[in-house]
């Protein structure tokens, strides 16, 4: 078959079943837009390369399929690498593809010139520069085997000009084959028996579940798993939504702000067996004071992770998916529960002492409140994503995850405007449930414009904006630990969202008290364009539970 190479890209993503490309033109990708013309598939069209990175990435997680994005050269790839590197930290498979100069100028300081491979080598899982149309097949084809095998992370093809529209002989039947690429997610039954023989004998048994759980689709095999040893299960916040957390073993979220209730107990477990985590400094904290009383069983399907934060006492190289229902086998026939009964009445008593704590009257109009009384209006199914800040932790510690890849989030990198643009790919991936961002005033001005995005486009999401005229994260750490001394954190009541919202055509909507808050959502879920809920919050109002940093979860700090 002779195809340009534009033509051989639109029928190598058709093989692939790409649906949606998220993404902006310009001159040195426009033969492949062209082509795009003539295909199914669907473009949405950002306002800025970041959001389409962060648009394919919310796709890619709410649906765990690859999600596609794409950009001109130049400046256009430069404002994908954001993007990019959230991916990769957070083990997102993302494709993109760039548009470079032709072959001859690569090197030149051509207009619009720039090496994107070696930009982004150290945040991609695989990158390509496609020197011949010819190649265009196989290397998708690669493209999207890498990133969605092994631990998942994000791929960029960068495409020059000239192989774009030169024509050549095509074929779309070639096997994958990458040197030295091999995916095996199957554990090492020795390694699997080393675990079983400290978890048979253990009486304070904690899992600790990280993303790897949520990416090998693993919850059923871990509800079980946790249910035979009558566990706690704590999370990274990665792992959040991994295993529901209204659960009678679920602890929520471990680390820097953790539940007080899931530190606690894991720094009293005999054994911890974290399954799909790599030990990240915001779920350890002080990671040499991290479980000192346990002996560690470490699985992920990425053997650089096993020792490389924390020694361990027992490793499994393998997929969750796997590795969970190996060693329940061997469990089932070894272990008694009443061995962990002392322990079931511990964290029965902890997570009590603690509720009393926080028994307040929820009448007022705070970020704890908001996010429960979000939970009882919004459908089980429903998809939460979140910006970056004192948001994304009240929606970590308020907001009750119930479902798999219902609980989006930027962890790793932690980058501000994440959340919007997500929850618009998200809502691309699961258009037949509603999608919110939970927001703070600083985060989403930073992707603002993706509202004319899902306005033009009919994606309709909703934006919950606590809005505390502050960059909130930061004020709460110069209050704590730098005496008050506010340094340019106060954002003023600019802009006013309502109005902004209305200016794209959108819908937008400022509360005052709980109770238009549950009306002013309960609307946003019925109607079909995008609403923002502009909702008002203290600038002094503080995310607690917090282990200050270089401390250890012992030295958590409450309310």
């Not at 095999?221 to 209204?246: H, N, Q, Y």
């Not at 907001?399 to 962890?411: D, V």
């Not at 309502?498 to 109770?515: C, D, H, N, T, W």
């Amino acid at each position: 078959m002779s195809l340009s190479g534009a033509k051989c890209l639109m029928e190598a993503l058709m093989h692939q079943k790409v649906s949606t490309i998220f993404g902006l033109p310009g001159g040195q990708i426009m033969p492949i837009y062209d082509s795009l013309i003539d295909s199914d598939i669907r473009h949405v069209l950002v306002r800025h390369e970041q959001s389409a990175a962060h648009m394919a990435d919310g796709y890619a997680r709410a649906s765990g399929r690859p999600g596609v994005c794409m950009a001109t050269s130049g400046p256009g790839a430069t404002n994908l690498v954001t993007g990019i590197a959230n991916a990769y930290m957070d083990s997102s498979p993302v494709v993109a593809f760039t548009g470079q100069v032709s072959r001859p100028q690569i090197g030149t300081d051509a207009f619009q010139e720039a090496d994107i491979i070696g930009i982004t080598t150290p945040i991609t899982k695989y990158n390509f520069q496609v020197r011949h149309a010819k190649d265009i097949p196989g290397t998708v084809k690669a493209a999207f085997y890498v990133a969605s095998t092994g631990r998942p992370g994000p791929v960029l093809v960068d495409i020059p000009k000239d192989v774009q529209t030169e024509t050549a002989e095509v074929a779309f039947s070639d096997p994958v084959q990458i040197r030295g690429y091999r995916v095996n997610g199957d554990p090492n039954p020795a390694d699997v028996g080393k675990a079983v023989e400290l978890l048979s004998n253990s009486e304070r048994p904690f899992i600790l579940a990280g993303g790897g759980v949520r990416i090998s689709n693993a919850y059923e095999e871990l509800r079980m798993l946790a249910e035979l040893l009558s566990a706690p299960v704590g999370t990274s916040l990665m792992g959040k939504g991994c295993f529901p957390e209204d659960h009678p073993l679920s602890l929520g979220t471990v680390g820097m702000h953790g539940r007080t209730e899931a530190n606690k107990s894991i720094l009293e477990a005999d054994v911890l067996f974290a399954v799909g985590i790599r030990f990240s400094d915001r779920t350890t904290s002080k990671v040499d004071e991290f479980c000192p009383k346990a002996k560690i069983i470490h699985a992920d399907i990425d053997s650089s992770e096993i020792e490389k934060n924390k020694q361990v006492d027992v490793s499994i190289v393998g997929d969750a998916a796997k590795v969970l229902p190996a060693i329940r086998t061997q469990l089932v026939h070894r272990f008694r529960k009443d061995r962990t009964s002392q322990w079931h009445a511990r964290i029965q008593q902890l997570k009590e002492a603690i509720r009393s704590q926080n028994n307040h009257d929820e009448n007022g109009l705070r970020p704890p409140f908001i996010l429960k009384k979000m939970r009882k209006i919004l459908p089980t199914n429903g998809i939460v994503t979140t910006e970056v800040g004192q948001n994304q932790m009240w929606a970590a510690l308020h907001f009750t995850a119930l479902g798999p890849r219902t609980f989006i989030t930027s962890g790793g990198l932690g980058t501000m405007g994440f959340g919007f643009p997500a929850a618009i790919g998200a809502k691309v991936a699961r258009p037949e449930v509603p999608v919110v961002d939970i927001a703070g005033d600083g985060s989403f001005m930073m992707t603002e414009n993706s509202l004319a995005t899902s306005v033009s486009e009919q994606i309709p999401v909703i934006v919950v904006i606590l809005n505390n005229r502050m960059l909130g994260m930061v004020a709460q750490w110069q209050r704590h630990f730098f005496n008050r001394r506010y340094s340019a954190v106060k954002l003023g009541n600019v802009p006013d969202f309502p109005k902004l919202a209305q200016a794209y055509g959108a819908e937008g909507l400022r509360v005052e008290s709980l109770e238009e808050f549950s009306s002013s959502f309960e609307d946003a879920l019925r109607s079909d364009v995008t609403t923002i809920i502009d909702v008002p919050i203290s600038p002094e109002e503080d995310v607690f539970p917090m282990v200050p940093p270089g401390n250890g979860l012992g030295q958590i700090l409450e309310l």
